[in-house]
């Protein structure tokens, strides 16, 4: 899926990409509201995992959205 519409209907998705990384706490999600570098930032911190290894998890992830 098209970031942008993630961005823009980021608190249907919040959920869901909480789902996803259940180390994100509720002020990460309104932190990120929908920042592609926000939310990579947040789960590189909470995870330990390099940006590459979480950028491939985003698109993964937002790949599945409909």
Known sequence: MDWNRI???WKQFAGKAK???GKLTDDDI???NG???????????RYGK?????????DDWSGRMH
Not at 35 to 45: H, V, W, Y
């Open 30 to 32: 309104v932190q990120i």
């Open 19 to 21: 789902e996803q990384w």
């Open 7 to 9: 961005e823009g209907g």
């Open 35 to 45: 920042n592609r570098e926000q939310l990579e930032g947040k789960i590189q911190e």
């Open 50 to 58: 390099a940006k590459d290894e979480v950028r491939k998890e985003i």
